[in-house]
């Protein structure tokens, strides 16, 4: 039985008003403000803070995301943001965010990121020093 996956983080955050529709569920577009919040504490904990992940010339751009949603999430609801690297190509890396309250999945996002270069922005591979952070967190392959 394979091991379950270990997230890189699981960031938690409550609900504002502001973030919710007339319909009092949290309009769909916040999601993904959630997880770009949650990409920032992975680079914290990668690399000490955004900047720190900057200073080896690459940053990371979003090329697509798909959201699923599961069940609504409403004002005031405690959630938490897990992330996992799912895929690391040449110049790009998919990684997928669960969104949970109390342990019940709300929303799923596959995301697709590619690297760029900080300054020009145009598309690079990652320096080997980032590469390496990144394949440490890919999930065992079955044999």
Known sequence: MPEPRKP???????????????????????????????MFEVERV????HQAALDHGVDVVVAESNLRYRAPCRYDDELVVAVYLDHL????????????????LCTEVKTRYVFVDSKTLKKAAPPASVREVYAALLPAQAD
């Open 89 to 104: 190509g040449t110049t790009s890396l998919i990684i997928d965010f669960e969104i949970t309250r109390g342990g019940d």
């Open 46 to 49: 990668l690399f000490g803070s």
């Open 8 to 38: 890189i983080v699981e960031m938690p955050l409550r609900v504002r008003y502001h973030e919710c529709d007339a319909q009092g569920i949290v309009f769909n577009a916040n999601y993904l403000a959630y997880i770009d919040m949650a």
